[in-house]
């Protein structure tokens, strides 16, 4: 029997800018997978990629990523738009943290949606900067071993080892992408810090003096209206010389001497109640005086003048 040749991968070219966005994009999220799509035209047995058009929308997780109807409503909208003459020739995804490779979920998509011989996947990890490209061979679908990077700004293709020649300014855009997209991932801004610290603060004093309040003995002043006989409620001034009762004039404390208090009792303001006086009837004439007059009525007598 003859044996069977193994089948011939496909030729890959892609443009250095468009492999310099699908880096970004994938960094822009280091912890869940990112997509999009590669566009660009077939050259009999290999394929072109000129552009791509990130997926907006699409259903992330942390190990797979899923194209929406919206994300294929916004992919179609930007390409008959800005590219109308070319063609999806496949897809990009990230693995951020997990090298390069196409999981079961991963191939599903590319067997349901990127079908065609020539149609390929790209795969980058943002972590590792590991990058490689998938497409198929005969049945199946395999890593291809020669991928060529173009640079449209003047730099050569890249050799038999399908690493691309460096492009001037790109490394260093790159890192400073990378660097800004690490300072937004740290943590919250420092001031929504200070202002947590301060709630919390304020929170336990306010918690604090509620259970003090509710728990922690405290004086009540009851005052007995001389007149009425009614029981009122009353607190002492801010300068803690008087009692002042709803209803009725202020109530002066006196307080005693250390010297006077009786042993063991601590000095305590004492309320001085006066009770008002008795009213006076001004039109009552005052009864006269029917003792009779006696020659010594008016006279002071000695105490010390001999008795008689």
Known sequence: ????EPAQQPRVTIEGEVLRQIRQHARSNSRSEVCGVLIGEENGSGLKITARIAGLNAAQAGTYVTFTQDTWEHIYKIKDKEYPGERIVGWYHSHPGFGVFLSDHDTFIHKNFFSAPLQVAWVYDPHSDEEGCFGW?????????????????????????????????????????????????????????WVLTVASHLLLATIAFFLAWLFFPRDIILVIDPLTGIVRQGHFSRDGNTIEV???PPIEVRRSSPASAPAGMSQQAQPALTAPAPPTNSGQANAPNTGKNSPDQNVQKDPNAPRK
């Open 1 to 4: 029997m003859r044996k069977r």
């Open 137 to 193: 061979c005969g049945e199946g679908l395999e890593r291809l071993e020669e991928i060529r990077v173009k640079d449209e700004k003047g730099g050569e293709e890249a050799g038999e080892t399908g690493k691309p020649e460096p492009v001037g300014g790109i490394d260093q855009e790159e890192i400073a992408n990378a660097r800004e997209n690490s300072a937004s991932e740290v943590g919250p801004p420092r001031w929504l810090g």
């Open 246 to 248: 709803p209803g009725l």
